[in-house]
C-alpha cells in the first residue's frame, strides 16, 4: 500500500506539477487539500483535476471565518504592515493552512505534508516552521526545491505531462489570494524598472478609469473590529468582500513594494489591497481618537514587531501571545464610526467620532466655548524647557568649533 501525503493544492503551476512528479517519482498517494481563505476559484472543478492529474483524493476546507476572527482582524487590531506598506495578506494566511493540513493529516493517516513552494520563497519558512511547531513528527516535503526546474521547465513538464495550468510563458504570473489581498509576482515584474502591465490586475480598477463621482463610506468599529458598513451589521467574511469590491471599484489598494525576504533577498511585489488599506486607514484614523499619544508612540513600536513575527513565520510562538495581550489591552476603547471618501485611487478619512473619543472641542476649539487655560503655558514652556536651556548654555553656546556647530553637523566627505 501507497504512503500517503497531504499537499497543500492551490490549482497553480507548482503544486498541480507536484501531484504528477510525487505519483511518478515516489509513487505517493497524493491527498490534495484546497483551503478557501477567499480566493476567487471554482473548487469543484479544481478537485477534479487534481483527481484528473493523479491524486486519491481532493478536499475543500472552508477556512474563511477563521482566517478572519483569528488572522486579519487581531493584524487590523495591531495596524500591522511588513515595511510600512505590505498588509501581509498572504502571511497571515499560511499558520492556518498549516494547521489545517496538520489536522487533515492525522484524520487521514499521512505521514507527510507536501507545499508547493520553492527554495526562494517566505511561504517555504512559514509551512515548515509552523508545521514543525504543531507535530514535530510529521514529515515535510518541499518538491519544486528537489526538483529544481526553472519555471519555463515547469511549464513545459505540465504540457508535456497534460497537466492544465492557468498560466503560460507568455503570462507567467504566480499568484496567491485570500479575503485580505492580491499577491502577483514573476514574469516583467522580476525587472522593478517595467512598469506593471494592465493584466497583472483583476481586483482594481486603474484610477484613472474609476467612477468620476466620489464615494462615501462609514465603517464603525467595537473595540478596534469593524461590525457595520453604512450602518449595516456585517459578519467578517462579508464586510470585508464587500469593501474589496468597492474599494477596487475605485481603484483602491494597489501597491508595488521592493520586500526584503525571509531568506535575505530582495523581491518586487504586487498587491492588490483594498479591503485592507481602507480598514487600516479608518482603524488607525480611530485610535488617533481614542489612544493617547504615549499607547499611539508604543503601539507603532509593537505593530512593526507584530507585522514582523508574522511575515518571518513566527505565528506560533510565545512572542505573538505576548505581543497579542498587549494589542488586545490597547483596543478596549477603540470604538466608533469613521466615515472616508473614496475617488480615483484615493482613500481620506473626512470624519470621526467616538463615545470614548479623547478629542475634547471645548481643549481645541479657538472660537467660543475654549476652556483652555492659555495662562499655563508660559510656565510649562519655562519646565518644558529647562533642560535644553541649560545644556545649551553650558555646553552648545561654548563651544569652539564656530557657529555653524549650532546648527547641525557638517556632511562627511565622500570616501
Known amino acids: 500500500m501507497a504512503e500517503k501525503v497531504v499537499l497543500a493544492y492551490s490549482g497553480g503551476l507548482d503544486t498541480s506539477v507536484a501531484i504528477k512528479w510525487l505519483k511518478d517519482k515516489y509513487h505517493l498517494d497524493v491527498i490534495a487539500v484546497n483551503i478557501d481563505v477567499g480566493c476567487v476559484k471554482d473548487y469543484s472543478a479544481l478537485c477534479q483535476k487534481a483527481l484528473d492529474i493523479g491524486a486519491v483524493k481532493a478536499l475543500v476546507i472552508d477556512g474563511k471565518e477563521l482566517f478572519v476572527k483569528y488572522f486579519v482582524f487581531p493584524a487590523l487590531q495591531a495596524d500591522a504592515l511588513y515595511e510600512g506598506q505590505y498588509p501581509l495578506s498572504t502571511a497571515l494566511s499560511r499558520p492556518l493552512m498549516a494547521k489545517i493540513l496538520v489536522d487533515t493529516a492525522i484524520e487521514e493517516g499521512a505521514t507527510t505534508i507536501v507545499h508547493g513552494c520553492t527554495g526562494k520563497g517566505n511561504d517555504q519558512v512559514r509551512f515548515e516552521v509552523s508545521i514543525s ?10 518538491p519544486a526545491r528537489e526538483w529544481k526546474m526553472t519555471r519555463e521547465e515547469t511549464i513545459d513538464y505540465a504540457r508535456k505531462n497534460g497537466i492544465p495550468i492557468p498560466v503560460s510563458v507568455k503570462s507567467p504570473y ?8 492580491r499577491a502577483i509576482e ?25 467612477p468620476d463621482k466620489a464615494q462615501y463610506l462609514e465603517i464603525e468599529f467595537k473595540r478596534g473590529i469593524p ?6 451589521e456585517m459578519d467578517g467574511v462579508k464586510l470585508i468582500q464587500q469593501l474589496n469590491e468597492i474599494g477596487g471599484r475605485h481603484g483602491i489598494g494597489r501597491i508595488d513594494h521592493i520586500e526584503n525576504r525571509v531568506v535575505g533577498i530582495k523581491s518586487r511585489e504586487i498587491y492588490e489591497v483594498p479591503a485592507a488599506m481602507i480598514l487600516l486607514q ?11 499619544r504615549e499607547q499611539m508612540r508604543f503601539k507603532e513600536k509593537v505593530a512593526m514587531e507584530y507585522a514582523d513575527l508574522i511575515y518571518n513565520g513566527l505565528w506560533f510562538s510565545q512572542l505573538n501571545r505576548d505581543l497579542s495581550a498587549y494589542i488586545m489591552s490597547s483596543q478596549l476603547y477603540v470604538t466608533g464610526t469613521v466615515r472616508l471618501k473614496l475617488y480615483k485611487g484615493h482613500s481620506l478619512v473626512v470624519g470621526r467620532q467616538s463615545p470614548r473619543s479623547l478629542y475634547n472641542i471645548g481643549l481645541a476649539t479657538y472660537d467660543k466655548g475654549d476652556i483652555f487655560n492659555q495662562d499655563s503655558a508660559k510656565g510649562f514652556i519655562d519646565l518644558w524647557g529647562l533642560s535644553v536651556k541649560t545644556q545649551a548654555q553650558v555646553q552648545l553656546l561654548g563651544d569652539k568649533e564656530g557657529p555653524l556647530s549650532i546648527i547641525g553637523p557638517e556632511e562627511p566627505e565622500e570616501s
Open 186 to 210: 514573476c514574469g516583467v515584474l522580476e525587472d522593478p524598472w517595467t512598469e506593471p502591465p494592465d493584466d497583472v490586475f483583476t481586483w482594481t480598477t486603474s484610477p484613472s478609469q474609476a
Open 174 to 181: 504566480s499568484i496567491d489570494e485570500s479575503l485580505w489581498g
Open 282 to 292: 479608518a482603524h488607525q484614523a480611530l485610535e488617533m481618537m481614542t489612544l493617547s
Open 227 to 232: 461590525v457595520r458598513l453604512d450602518g449595516e
Open 133 to 142: 511547531a504543531l507535530a514535530p513528527d510529521i514529515k515535510i516535503m518541499a
